[in-house]
């Protein structure tokens, strides 16, 4: 079935550490998001890749890099920079070129840190 | 960018139809209404959207107001599985974040036997 996979489900990490959160689409979608969701809240735009090799700050990106070597994975990296990083996680694709797509999900990463 | 208010939260009886309203009174022209909902602890779905006409699928139905500054999303016969948070958005349509979301809080609609 095509979709968009978010890899793990749950994560935990111990404070002053890296971790890599996985989105992979089988959709074709040129364009790939990356939002946080904290609790009662809207989600809030990390990073956005509308191209192969190319990606954008959101509104919320320091603390996290990206990279999008390949049109299906868009990887996102929670450094230790970023001071509050407990939050739920999601990962986003839509097909690109024109601007009344919809855009797909995935089931999203919760990450709490311990 | 052309920002959107809903109502925090709604009620409404199973079996009836569910009316949400939104308003976005700076979109312009050529900028579309999306709707998404996200039930807890999932990631959101998409419903539909719409430009200028009132449009229907087999979710839902969106009305958009003539001057384009407000809509409803119509549940016609909402059930318990309709319980969500449901996100009025208008698209980001500049320069390099063609195609942006931009999630505001949303309406809980809360679907009641």
């Known amino acids: 079935d095509g979709g968009i996979t978010q890899s793990p489900k749950y994560l935990f990490r111990k404070e002053g550490q890296n971790v890599t959160l996985s989105c992979e689409q089988n959709?074709?979608?040129?364009?790939m998001y990356w939002y946080r969701q904290d609790p009662g809240q809207g989600l809030r735009l990390i990073y956005y890749?509308?191209?192969?090799?190319?990606?954008q700050k959101g509104d919320i990106a320091e603390g996290y890099s990206v990279s999008r070597e390949k049109k299906e994975s868009f990887p996102l990296t929670v450094t230790s920079a970023q001071k509050n990083p407990t939050a739920f996680y999601l990962c986003?694709?839509?097909?690109?070129?024109?601007?009344?797509?919809?855009?797909?999900f995935g089931q999203g990463t919760r990450l709490t840190v311990v | 960018d052309a920002k959107t208010t809903q109502p925090p939260s709604m009620d409404c009886a199973e079996g009836r139809a569910a009316n949400l309203p939104c308003n976005h009174s700076?979109?312009?022209?050529?900028?579309?209404v999306y709707w998404y909902r996200q039930i807890h602890s999932q990631g959101p779905q998409y419903i539909i959207h719409?430009?200028?006409n009132n449009e229907t699928n087999e979710m839902a139905s969106l009305i958009i107001t003539e001057d384009r500054k407000s809509s409803t999303l119509i549940l016609p016969h909402a059930t318990l599985r309709d319980t969500a948070v449901y996100y009025c958005?208008?698209?980001?349509?500049?320069?390099?974040?063609?195609?942006?979301?931009?999630f505001g809080k949303g309406t809980k609609l809360s679907v009641k036997p």
């Open positions: 986003a694709s839509r097909a690109g070129g024109q601007p009344n797509t919809e855009a797909f």
């Open positions: 958005i208008v698209r980001v349509n500049y320069g390099g974040s063609q195609g942006n979301l931009i």
């Open positions: 700076t979109i312009s022209g050529n900028e579309y």
């Open positions: 890749s509308q191209i192969v090799n190319d990606f």
């Open positions: 719409g430009l200028k």
């Open positions: 959709l074709n979608h040129d364009a």
